[in-house]
Each structure stands twice: as C-alpha cells, then as structure tokens.
C-alpha cells in the first residue's frame, strides 16, 4: 500500500503509541482523583501542556484540551462569540476555511451574527487590503487557517494577525494542517486563538486543543465538571493527551528537517506529474505550500473514477477532501481559487508525510500515467475536445 492521504490522517507514531500506552493500562486513574494514583495522571497532562504549548512559543496555561480539531474550531468561534457579543456580532472568516469553521459561523449566522467570508486570490490567499476593509467597529473575531486541508497553501498570519491588533479584533486560527509541520508563533503572529488534532501530527485520534492567549474571555462550550480550569467539562482523556504532548515534541524536535525531505518529495511529485501527463493544473501556491501537499486537477476527468483506479493499485489519495467526497459537488475550495465545476471535479489530493518515499511518488506518476488516459478515452468532454483541436 501506498498512503498519500496525510491530510485526512496520520499514522500514529509508535514511539507515541509507547508512552501513551502506561496510562491505558497500569496509570488508569482519573486524573481528578483526589489519591496520588491520580496525582500521575495529572502530572502527565501538565507536561503535554507544557510540549503543546512550547511548538508555538505559548505558555503551558494556554493550552486547553479538547476532542480534535473539530471541537476546538467550534469553541473558539461559539465560545467567543458568546463572550463578546456586547461588542458586536459581526465575524470575519475566508471562503476556504475548514467546514468545523465555515458550518460554526453558519450556526452563529442563525443566532443573528454577520459574517464576512472573505474570497481567496488563484493561488487561495486572502488579500491583506480586503480584510482590513472588512473590519468594522462591531467586528468581534477574524478567524483565518493557518494552511489549507485541501490545497495546502499557507496564509501570511503575521500580516493578519498584525491587522487584526491594529483593529483591536480578536485573531483565531485553524492550525490543523500546520501545527508540528511549519513554524508557528503565537505573540509573532498575534494569534489569540488557535487550534490543532494530534491525529494531523502523527498522534491519536480524538484529542486536539484550543490555544488560548491569557486575557481572551472564551465561554465553556459543554456543561459539566471543572475540567481544564472550568473551561472545557468533561474527564480527561489522559492516554490521549500524552500521545499528543509526545507526538508534539517530536514534530518539533523534527520540523526542519521533516520539512526539508517532505517538500524533496513533493516537488518531485510535481514536477513529473506536469512534465508527463497533459492537460494538468497544480492548485494551491507554488512556494507558499505545505511541505506534505500535492494537488492536482486533470482536465477532463472525474475524480472518483480516479481515485478508484488508484485504489486498485493499493493507492491512498483523495479527490476534493475526506468531508466532501461522498457528494457530488466539487469542493468549495476548489470552487473559491476560482476552478470551473468540470475541472474541479477532476481534482486529485496528495498528501506526503516523512514516511512517503521518492519510490512512492515515482510508483505513484507511474500508476496516474496509465490510469488518466484511460479515462480520458472514455470521457466524452475528451472526445469533444480532441476534435475541436484537429
Ligand atoms: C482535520 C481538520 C479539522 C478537523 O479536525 P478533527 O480533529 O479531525 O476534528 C479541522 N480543520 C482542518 C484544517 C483540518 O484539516
């Protein structure tokens, strides 16, 4: 098998697996226990806190665990907005973020909230001059990803994150994709709230956080214990904070040179695949780019036909993202960098970790440089324009 779908998750590390396993087995105790069993517990949690915080320069206070990246999106949008709607209730977000952002602010929409989703340029940036202009006296939270799920382009957060101080508009961000994989500073790119997913960094499943900067008023979201300082219910998942705090430093002990062999990989993924196969558009920014993504639209072709061909082959990818397949429309990112719906569809995600060879990729451009012309002489739209051009 072949795993280019990094994006929608990682490998848990087995070193993590390692560290996190005591405290499924042996070192069980709620960590609200009251006996010094528990006291382990406890100690374990603070110093994940103190590794998850260290990756982006914040302080282990700031740090709340929650279930994922989904939670933690949630939160920081719901959990602001209930705070700061005296302020205002006018929230600013882009046209590319995450669903767990785009159906939150949906939600908040609902509850009498306004929001600008600010469109992307071709290469899916937000522009620095459209967001200043979007901000208003009444706007509450700027919530931009730090890189995109889908097309992998990184965001300039320290320019956003400098217009929202000017502004005195609170700065949230998506880290999902970027957390343990580029370099992140919270106080030099004034983020006020940002979010991460062990699962995205080589951790388990099901636990993430919400980075929140001492000073920022964010309500509960669930109702409950007295968990995490009062501000997230709910008995700690001790094994997988561990794992997160492990798989954390690890990224960070590793990211230059993570970065440095994974982009190797992909620009060699890229190269071939525009050198070799026609009619092929990379999407996203070409330097500005996660060092692990690869994405791809081949004209006239559908996306799942492809992805079934690769399957067959032992080929993990994914077409659009792991949210969107199952439905027929083309993904609304696709859509925002400005792709009409029949090339959209023909999109194909590849995503790298350190673990994905040079081997892979070439067995990869191997199998897409057989299977694109074989659907390419079954598409009609094919036919259509091989004729227009004889
Ligand atoms: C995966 C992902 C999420 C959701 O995180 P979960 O932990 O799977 O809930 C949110 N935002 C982005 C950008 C993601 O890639």
């Known amino acids: 098998m072949i795993y280019m779908d990094n994006a929608a998750t990682t490998r848990l590390d087995e070193g993590v697996f390692e560290t996190m396993r005591p405290y499924m087995l042996e070192q069980f105790s709620n960590a609200a226990g009251t006996y010094s069993f528990a006291q382990k517990s406890i100690e374990a949690i603070e110093k994940a806190r103190a590794q998850a915080a260290h990756v982006i320069g914040a302080k282990a206070a700031e740090i709340y665990f929650t279930s994922g990246g989904t939670e933690s999106d949630n939160w920081a949008l719901k959990g602001i907005a209930k705070a700061y709607e005296k302020k205002g209730k006018h929230l600013i977000i882009s046209a590319i973020e995450h669903h767990a952002v785009l159906h939150s602010a949906k939600a908040l929409e609902r509850d009498g909230w306004e ?7 071709a290469d899916g940036r937000v522009s620095l001059e459209a967001l200043e202009a979007a901000i208003r006296p009444d706007t509450v939270l700027v919530s931009i990803m730090a890189a995109n ?89 001790v094994p997988g904070i561990v794992g997160l705090g492990a798989a954390a430093e690890w990224a960070e002990k590793h990211m230059d040179e993570n970065m440095r062999a994974v982009s190797v990989v992909r620009d060699h993924l890229i190269e071939r695949i525009e050198n070799e196969i026609p009619y092929v558009k990379i999407n996203g920014h070409r330097t500005e780019r996660l060092p692990g993504n690869v994405n791809v639209c081949f004209r006239y072709i559908e996306g799942e036909g492809m992805l079934m061909l690769l399957d067959a082959r032992g080929i993990c990818a994914s077409s659009g993202s792991a949210c969107t397949s199952g439905s027929l429309d083309p993904s609304h990112v696709l859509l925002a960098i400005g792709l009409p719906h029949e090339i959209a569809h023909g999109s194909l995600r590849l995503s790298l970790s350190e673990e994905t060879t040079m081997e892979d990729a070439d067995q990869v451009v191997d199998a897409l440089k057989e299977i694109i012309p074989t659907l390419r002489a079954m598409s009609p739209l094919y036919a259509d324009f091989i004729n227009e051009q004889k």
């Not at 999902?176 to 919270?186: F, K, N, S």
């Open 115 to 121: 929001v600008t989703i600010l469109p992307v340029d």
């Open 149 to 237: 799920n889908e097309i992998g382009t990184i965001q300039p957060l320290e320019q956003i994150g400098a217009i929202a101080k000017k502004h005195g508009v609170l700065f949230h961000t998506d880290a999902v994709q970027a957390y343990g994989h580029i370099p992140l500073d919270v106080d030099k790119m004034h983020i006020d709230l940002l979010s991460a997913s062990a699962h995205k960094f080589h951790g388990p499943k099901g636990v993430g956080f919400l980075y929140v900067r001492k000073g920022v008023r964010l309500l509960p979201f669930m109702d409950g214990g007295a968990q995490e300082k009062k501000k997230r219910a709910g008995t700690s998942n």
